[in-house]
């Protein structure tokens, strides 16, 4: 085979752009949305086959959830908008329905009126509606890594014995290999699923 012809097959199997950002487990992708469930489910949580799971997860993307490629993947998919025009959408979104709760002739009255009193003040009104926008341009997902966050979920605990040493050395290998995988996402359940099905015994110092 000629040197020419290398060079083009070679071109003709490189990966193409959209290939590159459509990779597995990448925003956006059926993998990635299957993963999100995963994690919701109510199904008996295996510490060992979670981490190797997670761990199969970043070796097939090619990057942990808070590497670049990562947050370039994001901003190919999500970045539309910055921060302070997700503030501004939150904004005219919770003006909007303030209106429409205290005018009775408006056609959404009777409906923005429930959601005010199920709310219950103009901050949470404008906390809602500022997840609401996050949620819907990506921001709840952003590759953002929180150290100060991390340091709170895998510290203050009182270890007894070496029983519960083990336990949380697992309980930190498994949350550090899911944030590598996916980020924050779903954390509390997450972390709640862990501790009713492997029955981890930790006190708070």
């Not at 090619?62 to 999500?78: A, L, T």
Request: net charge neutral.
């Amino acid at each position: 085979m000629s040197d020419t012809n290398v060079i083009t097959k070679i071109k003709n199997q490189a990966p193409t752009k959209e290939e590159k950002t459509a990779a597995p487990y990448s925003f956006g992708t059926a993998e990635y949305q299957k993963l999100k469930k995963d994690i919701l489910s109510s199904e008996p949580l295996s510490p060992a086959s979670e981490i190797e799971k997670f761990n199969d997860v970043v070796e097939k993307r090619g990057y942990g959830y808070f590497d670049k490629g990562s947050v370039e993947n994001w901003k190919d998919v999500f970045g539309k908008n910055d921060y302070a025009d997700i503030l501004k959408m939150a904004e005219t979104d919770a003006t909007n329905l303030l209106l429409s709760a205290q005018n009775p002739a408006d056609p959404q009255h009777d409906q923005s009126r429930l959601l005010f009193q199920r709310l219950g003040s103009n901050e949470e009104v404008k906390k809602y509606f500022l997840q609401k926008e996050m949620d819907a341009n990506g921001f709840s997902e952003r590759p953002f890594k929180d150290l100060s966050y991390e340091a709170r979920i895998l510290g203050g605990y009182r270890l007894e014995n070496q029983q519960q040493i083990f336990e949380f050395e697992t309980f930190k290998k498994l949350m550090l290999s899911k944030w590598a995988a996916a980020g924050y996402g779903n954390d509390i359940s997450y972390i709640k699923r862990f501790f009713s099905t492997y029955a981890i015994a930790l006190s708070a110092k």
